[in-house]
C-alpha cells in the first residue's frame, strides 16, 4: 500500500492534506488511532477540512477506492 499512498500523495498532495501515522509504535500515531476507532492496520480515514470523517477504510484497498475517496473530498 506505500507505494500507492505515496503516488497518490503527489498528485492530490496540493490540495489534500495527507496524514501518516504508525499506529503501533508512535505515541503520536497510537493516540489518535484509539481517538478514530482504528482497530485494524492499515486504516484509511478521510476527513474534511472541519474534521469530519468522510469515509474510512479498513485493509488492502484498490487504486480506484482510494480515488473515489479522495475525489470525494475537493
Given at each position: 500500500?506505500?507505494?500507492?499512498?505515496?503516488?497518490?500523495?503527489?498528485?492530490?498532495?496540493?490540495?489534500?492534506?495527507?496524514?501518516?501515522?504508525?499506529?503501533?509504535?508512535?505515541?503520536?500515531?497510537?493516540?489518535?488511532?484509539?481517538?478514530?476507532?482504528?482497530?485494524?492496520?492499515?486504516?484509511?480515514?478521510?476527513?474534511?477540512?472541519?474534521?469530519?470523517?468522510?469515509?474510512?477504510?479498513?485493509?488492502?484497498?484498490?487504486?480506484?477506492?482510494?480515488?473515489k475517496s479522495l475525489e470525494a473530498l475537493k
Amino acid at each position: 500500500m506505500k507505494p500507492l499512498v505515496e503516488r497518490l500523495e503527489k498528485e492530490y498532495g496540493d490540495t489534500i492534506e495527507f496524514r501518516l501515522y504508525n499506529v503501533e509504535e508512535d505515541d503520536a500515531g497510537i493516540k489518535i488511532a484509539d481517538q478514530l476507532g482504528v482497530q485494524y492496520v492499515p486504516t484509511f480515514v478521510f476527513a474534511s477540512k472541519d474534521g469530519l470523517i468522510s469515509n474510512k477504510l479498513v485493509g488492502e484497498q484498490s487504486e480506484e477506492t482510494m480515488r473515489k475517496s479522495l475525489e470525494a473530498l475537493k
